[in-house]
């Protein structure tokens, strides 16, 4: 059974950095592209950033110079670094794990990230 748990959100002031880190377990971590997405309230889920199996990365307009994900395929784990946050970045974080060739999605319980003064 695929397993995602998120941990790292948080309150952080604008201008601040995080670290969320989504551990994988049950599966084959290497067969799996990774992304994180966000879902602020009353708003739809949105893809913040995706790294290939093989390391390849793409990031939303948001994202792109603040944030960076990263994955580590021995600690089974993907990463998502991002600094220079400002309070539209305040969401919900979900990690996403999808399966090579059949697409299946897997998604983690969600971190929340509050970014105010």
């Known amino acids: 059974q695929v397993q995602l748990v998120e941990s790292g959100g948080g309150l952080v002031q604008p201008g601040g950095s995080l670290r969320l880190s989504c551990a994988v377990s049950?599966?084959?971590?290497?067969?799996?592209?990774m992304g994180w997405y966000r879902q602020a309230p009353g708003k739809e889920r949105e893809l913040v950033a995706r790294?290939?199996?093989?390391?390849?990365?793409i990031y939303s307009d948001s994202a792109k110079g603040r944030f960076t994900i990263s994955r580590d395929n021995v600690k089974k784990t993907a990463d998502l670094q991002m600094n220079s946050l400002k309070p539209e970045d305040t969401a919900v974080y979900y990690c996403?794990?999808?399966?090579?060739?059949?697409?299946?999605?897997?998604w983690g319980q969600g971190t929340q990230v509050t970014v105010s003064s």
């Open positions: 996403n794990a999808r399966r090579m060739y059949t697409e299946t999605d897997y």
């Open positions: 049950g599966t084959i971590f290497s067969a799996y592209h």
């Open positions: 790294i290939s199996n093989g390391g390849s990365a």
